[in-house]
């Protein structure tokens, strides 16, 4: 591993909590060169929602390509961006009622971000935008400036303006009842805040600690944004295509979002590929006026058309994915009486979830104790101090079991060797 050291920017992170060289990957199971094989719950952050290599989309991939279809296009129009768009509008937008516009902005979710906050203050004339506590949107500068984290801001070297906090749900555990300090402040010509061109929102705050927000939470916040005449946008880029189990995260909530950002597990196979969605009337761009080199990759088409076929031309995909968060709710939630002393408490959607350790000095070595047994994780959280599990949708029941087991058995060996 010499040339990564010493070749590889320093801003490296994932590789050091996995000290392995991967070679290959299939389903929910990566294997190192080795020889040893992972199980899986990062799924790319959220991006191999359908598994690794899943081979019913690989078998289209395969196809476009051999027949030396076309890759790159930028906007032009070709078959494949053609038939992603009628199978999105088939089996995604249609059944739900939604009538969204499409922008293709690039190929990564913070394009998707970027473009939704430059159209929101192109439409309103407005350039304030509201994010919450704890969220996390991207690392380029417009995203960055509506997310909370303080070192990933602090990355960005300049100022980061446009943009205001207010608590997130339950961020002051009930002290005080929901948007009173965000609608006083809008109501007082005093208070210094900006009327906004949009409020931007995670349903699930995956990065900020799997913090969960109400339905009636978020029914009160597009109330709020209707009455205010500002924009609601939802980054759906982590917790969309079917994560929390519907294929939108704000579908249980009952909102119809004004803008909405999605990319990640989009593709279904970790192709690059982002679109920002839009109410019709919102679509005020000029030719040309938000536009990317690669914003038209059409392998990535073919291989959503592929995963929005086989997973959501029914209910099966998000019936699937409640049972199985139900299977990883219960099983959490005995760890965490079994380590009441360690545990906070258990927080989650679907194949969201996270479990809160009350020393935030645990979840890295539970992590890496974790790593050491065969099972892949991450931590999330502002203090690092969430485990936090992202396993493929497809993971079936024996493997979530198993992954859940190593993670009992890896907290029991961290806290083995924690002093008293």
């Not at 078998?59 to 992603?84: G, P, Q």
């Not at 009441?340 to 969201?352: D, Q």
């Amino acid at each position: 591993m010499d040339v990564f050291a010493r070749m590889e920017s320093e801003v490296r992170g994932y590789c050091r909590g996995w000290p392995a060289v991967f070679t290959t990957a299939r389903g929910s199971h990566i294997t190192a060169e080795n020889g040893r094989t992972y199980l899986d719950f990062f799924a790319g952050a959220g991006t191999l929602n359908y598994g690794h290599n899943n081979p019913q989309l690989k078998r289209r991939l395969m196809d476009y390509l051999a027949r030396d279809a076309i890759v790159h296009s930028l906007d032009m129009y070709t078959t494949a961006k053609r038939d992603f768009l009628e199978r999105f509008n088939e089996y995604v937008l249609g059944p739900r009622g939604l009538d969204y516009k499409v922008q293709f902005p690039g190929p990564a979710g913070n394009h998707s971000v970027e473009a939704a906050l430059k159209l929101a203050r192109k439409y309103t004339g407005r350039e304030t935008v509201v994010s919450f506590t704890n969220a996390f949107h991207g690392m380029t500068l417009g995203a960055l400036a509506v997310t909370g984290n303080s070192m990933k801001r602090t990355g960005a070297g300049v100022p980061l303006g446009h943009g205001v906090a207010m608590p997130y749900d339950n961020y002051l555990d009930g002290r005080t009842p929901d948007f009173l300090l965000f609608e006083t402040m809008l109501d007082d010509s005093g208070s210094g805040l900006d009327k906004p061109a949009a409020v931007i929102v995670e349903t699930v705050q995956g990065e900020g600690g799997i913090n969960v927000a109400t339905a009636e939470w978020l029914r009160h916040l597009q109330d709020l944004c209707h009455r205010q005449d500002i924009l609601l946008i939802v980054d759906d880029v982590q917790m969309g295509c079917g994560r929390t189990g519907p294929f939108f995260s704000f579908e249980e909530a009952g909102i119809t979002p004004d803008i909405v950002c999605l990319s990640k597990s989009l593709s279904g196979y970790g192709l690059p590929f982002a679109v920002t969605l839009m109410r019709r009337d919102l679509d005020v761009w000029e030719p040309g006026e938000h536009n990317g080199t690669f914003r038209g990759f059409n392998p990535a088409f073919v291989t959503a058309v592929a995963a929005l076929e086989d997973y959501w031309a029914g209910a099966g995909m998000e019936k699937q994915t409640l049972a199985k968060g139900q299977q990883v709710e219960t099983a959490l939630n005995e760890i965490a009486l079994a380590h009441s002393g360690a545990v906070e408490c258990v927080r989650g959607r679907g194949l969201a979830w996270g479990l809160v350790m009350t020393d935030a000095e645990l979840a890295p070595k539970v992590c890496a104790e974790a790593f050491e047994r065969g099972l892949l994780m991450e931590t999330s959280g502002p203090e690092g101090e969430v485990v936090k599990l992202l396993p493929p949708l497809t993971t079936t029941e024996a493997d979530l079991g198993r992954g859940l087991e190593i993670i009992a058995d890896s907290l029991e060996a961290v806290r083995s060797t924690v002093p008293a």
